[in-house]
């Protein structure tokens, strides 16, 4: 139901762009999100959106490079990566939130989620 795509293999300081569409049987969502989970390491919060509205929130770690957007006509959120270092290099999943929270930043709020696509940055 979400399908996410634009990931792969760009050079420090490169940019990338990544989509979710969600498609198949519709659903109220009231927030997207960006996680992404690197080798080893714990799924984390990378951006999120809400639906209504239009506010957005960036991790501190990708704030001022990353830009989280939505097409609501396409059902469709984007992640805009500019800038990227060898860290960003990880796994992303967009995630669907149906119902609303403020903790838009935690992995176990969200009720759906893509399959991931791999981001990877060399130095």
């Known amino acids: 139901q979400l399908q996410a795509s634009g990931g792969g293999l760009v050079q420090a300081g490169g940019s990338l762009s990544l989509s979710c569409a969600a498609s198949?049987?519709?659903?109220?969502?009231?927030?997207m999100g960006w996680f992404r989970q690197a080798p080893g390491k714990e799924r984390e919060f990378v951006a999120a959106?809400?639906?209504?509205?239009?506010?957005?929130y960036h991790a501190s770690s990708v704030k001022g490079r990353f830009t989280i957007s939505r097409d609501s006509a396409k059902n469709t959120v984007y992640l805009q990566m500019n800038s990227l270092k060898p860290e960003d290099t990880a796994v992303y999943y967009c995630?669907?939130?149906?119902?609303?929270?403020?903790?838009?930043?935690?992995?176990?709020?969200?009720?759906?989620w893509g399959q991931g696509t791999q981001v990877t940055v060399s130095s």
């Open positions: 198949g049987r519709t659903f109220t969502t009231y927030t």
């Open positions: 959106i809400r639906w209504s509205g239009g506010n957005t």
């Open positions: 995630a669907a939130d149906t119902s609303y929270s403020p903790a838009y930043y935690r992995v176990e709020r969200y009720d759906y």
